[in-house]
């Protein structure tokens, strides 16, 4: 099965349900969660749980968004 790659906060908030999707499946405030939309990445604690509803729904994202460091090219 191919995922479709999302690449946005929004793109995230969206895929998963706004704000009450997010608080659902992280279990994290509405105060909390609108912090990470403000802020533009997500905490990296709720990167397993995420990406695992993403998945769940067809959908990736870039780790980037949770402030994940990836390997550069050539590195």
Known sequence: MSL???????????????????ESITGSKPSTISMWKKA???????????????????????ASLWGMK???RGA
């Open 4 to 22: 479709k790659a999302l690449q946005t906060v929004a793109d995230v908030f969206e895929a998963l349900g706004g704000n009450g999707g997010l």
């Open 40 to 62: 533009g990445k997500f905490p990296s604690k709720t990167y397993v749980t995420m990406t695992a509803a993403l998945h769940a729904n067809g959908k990736t994202a870039p």
């Open 70 to 72: 990836t390997k550069g």
